[in-house]
């Protein structure tokens, strides 16, 4: 993802307020924080969310649950198939 694939109906601004020093699964848009068990486990279910995923490509889900499997495994948490 690039800064031109940010999505223009995201209000960044009131996730960073509220996620300062998080990591998000998309870092663009700054949506899906990864920084926490629940935050992690909240963003696989999202992510896969037939309405939260019309705004992205097949390529940006995969990225998105690559960064989220990631966070997953420093968790120690295992995430549906």
Avoid at 15 to 25: D, K, S
Avoid at 32 to 58: C, K, L, M, N
């Amino acid at each position: 993802m690039t800064d031109s694939d940010r999505r223009e109906a995201i209000n960044s601004a009131d996730h960073v307020r509220r996620f300062t020093h998080t990591t998000f699964a998309d870092p663009v848009n700054d949506q899906y924080p990864i920084d926490t068990p629940d935050h992690v486990r909240e963003a696989w279910q999202v992510v896969h969310q037939q309405g939260s995923a019309a705004g992205y490509t097949p390529d940006e889900i995969a990225f998105m649950e690559v960064r989220i499997a990631e966070a997953a495994q420093t968790f120690g948490i295992q995430l549906p198939a």
